[in-house]
T-cell receptor, first 115, second 120 residues
Framework: NAGVMQNPRHLVRRRGQEARLRCSPM?????VYWYRQLPEEGLKFMVY????????ESGMPKERFSAEFPKEGPSILRIQQVVRGDSAAYFC?????????????FGAGTRLSVL | AQKITQTQPGMFVQEKEAVTLDCTYD???????LFWYKQPSSGEMIFLIY??????QNATEGRYSLNFQKARKSANLVISASQLGDSAMYFC?????????????????FGKGTHLIIQP
């Protein structure tokens, strides 16, 4: 039973390029969450998606960031025109239900470095 | 105001001793969930234990237990018989809700973490 799969594990981009981070949830999970972890910090919620729908994007920066979870395929977190401040670890989590307990299982993360 | 407070940035503990990692939380919701995650140096986030606000018993999972004191709004993690492999960052998190009542949140709110080092 595969866990949450994220790729790539490490991503290097130059300022101004685009970053695409992929997440495949655990089998049977239809709820996907993206978080960002800055150095020496806890995780900060960005967005919650179900298939083909963004449900809660209250933690997403207003510009350059977007997320999708298509009917087929992984969820994608897209960062356009990256800047140095986007350097962070980005984690995806999935859960089988929306309501409490809503235990979220995390992937290993994608470490984005912006040069 | 911080919703999750972890007051111990770092802790050194002798192997085989018990460890208590502190976590206090702030919410006005009646229904909420509390979580602990472990992040080893390899970076992944590993779910350890969950406590619901209406659960009367403290949660336990193997060597992990959660000392839940609702009136004090604390949810401390206790690790019994610590092992070298327990060395990691530990994060306390909260999910407020339920969503169905029109409130709550979908994302977890995390504390800043405690860096636990187990010494031989």
């Amino acid at each position: 039973n595969a866990g949450v799969m994220q790729n790539p594990r490490h991503l290097v981009r130059r300022r101004g390029q685009e970053a695409r981070l992929r997440c495949s949830p655990m089998k049977g999970h239809s709820h996907v969450y993206w978080y960002r972890q800055l150095p020496e910090e806890g995780l900060k919620f960005m967005v919650y998606l179900q298939k083909e729908n963004i449900i809660d994007e209250s933690g997403m920066p207003k510009e350059r960031f977007s997320a999708e979870f298509p009917k087929e395929g992984p969820s994608i977190l897209r960062i356009q025109q990256v800047v140095r401040g986007d350097s962070a670890a980005y984690f995806c989590a999935s859960s089988p239900f929306r309501d409490i307990p809503n235990i979220q299982y995390f992937g290993a993360g994608t470490r984005l470095s912006v040069l | 105001a911080q919703k999750i407070t972890q007051t111990q940035p770092g802790m050194f503990v002798q192997e085989k001793e018990a460890v208590t990692l502190d976590c206090t939380y702030d919410t006005s919701d009646q229904s909420y969930g509390l979580f602990w995650y472990k992040q080893p140096s390899s970076g992944e986030m590993i779910f350890l234990i969950y406590q619901g606000s209406y659960d009367e018993q403290n949660a336990t999972e193997g060597r992990y237990s959660l000392n839940f004191q609702k009136a004090r709004k604390s949810a401390n993690l206790v690790i019994s018989a610590s092992q070298l492999g327990d060395s990691a960052m530990y994060f306390c998190a909260m999910r407020e809700g339920p969503k169905g009542a029109g409130g709550g949140a979908d994302g977890l709110t995390f504390g800043k973490g405690t860096h636990l080092i187990i010494q031989p």
